[in-house]
T-cell receptor, first 113, second 112 residues
Framework: NAGVTQTPKFRVLKTGQSMTLLCAQDMNHEYMYWYRQDPGMGLRLIHYSVGEGTTAKGEVPDGYNVSRLKKQNFLLGLESAAPSQTSVYFC????????????FGPGTRLLVL | QKEVEQDPGPLSVPEGAIVSLNCTYSNSAFQYFMWYRQYSRKGPELLMYTYSSGNKEDGRFTAQVDKSSKYISLFIRDSQPSDSATYLCATRSSGSARQLTFGSGTQLTVLP
């Protein structure tokens, strides 16, 4: 099993450009999450999904959109990138059973110039 | 005020030392407490998980939760250079979304 994979690993964008980050999991998890990690701020939840076709806002959703068309995939979109979105983005997934853990992907480093 | 506060360090200790990592939280609804370990340029991985108050031991690692003082601790005995990483505490309340609230992480270096 590959677990949670993320594409791309690293990307440089110019202000105003758009891009999509792809997360895939092969563990048949219902829940999927997108976090961003910034120095001194820890991991902050951007959006999450509790099942195929569902999405919900997390702590810092502004400037991002998500889609969960297939159970195994969770896409994070930046429509018009801003320098404040320079960060490391992590995807995670989990079961629905109470007390389960979240499994994280390796991260995508994004630099917005 | 952040819901979960964690001293960012960095913390350097000699090999074999006992390490104590700590977090405080403010939300009384938090019932699940976790410690994640994150190696440089990698994703976090779950290290310890506890429910409500009490201690949990796993090898050289002990997680401790004191809900009365809203204090979370991770102890590492006989620390090894391979323990060098950033340690993130995380909590959540019961609910359908399973949303985690993370501390900012403590960077630990164990010197050989």
């Amino acid at each position: 099993n590959a677990g949670v994979t993320q594409t791309p690993k690293f990307r440089v964008l110019k202000t105003g450009q758009s891009m999509t980050l792809l997360c895939a999991q092969d563990m048949n998890h219902e829940y999927m999450y997108w976090y961003r990690q910034d120095p001194g701020m820890g991991l902050r939840l951007i959006h999450y999904s509790v099942g195929e076709g569902t999405t919900a806002k997390g702590e810092v959703p502004d400037g991002y959109n998500v889609s969960r068309l297939k159970k195994q995939n969770f896409l994070l979109g930046l429509e018009s990138a801003a320098p404040s979105q320079t960060s490391v983005y992590f995807c995670a997934s989990s079961w629905t059973v109470e007390g389960e853990t979240q499994y994280f992907g390796p991260g995508t480093r994004l630099l917005v110039l | 005020q952040k819901e979960v506060e964690q001293d960012p360090g960095p913390l350097s200790v000699p090999e074999g030392a006992i390490v104590s990592l700590n977090c405080t939280y403010s939300n009384s609804a938090f019932q699940y407490f976790m410690w994640y370990r994150q190696y440089s340029r990698k994703g976090p991985e779950l290290l310890m998980y506890t429910y409500s108050s009490g201690n949990k031991e796993d090898g050289r690692f002990t997680a401790q939760v004191d809900k009365s003082s809203k204090y979370i601790s991770l102890f590492i005995r006989d620390s090894q250079p391979s323990d060098s990483a950033t340690y993130l505490c995380a909590t959540r309340s019961s609910g359908s979304a399973r949303q985690l609230t993370f501390g900012s992480g403590t960077q630990l270096t164990v010197l050989p």
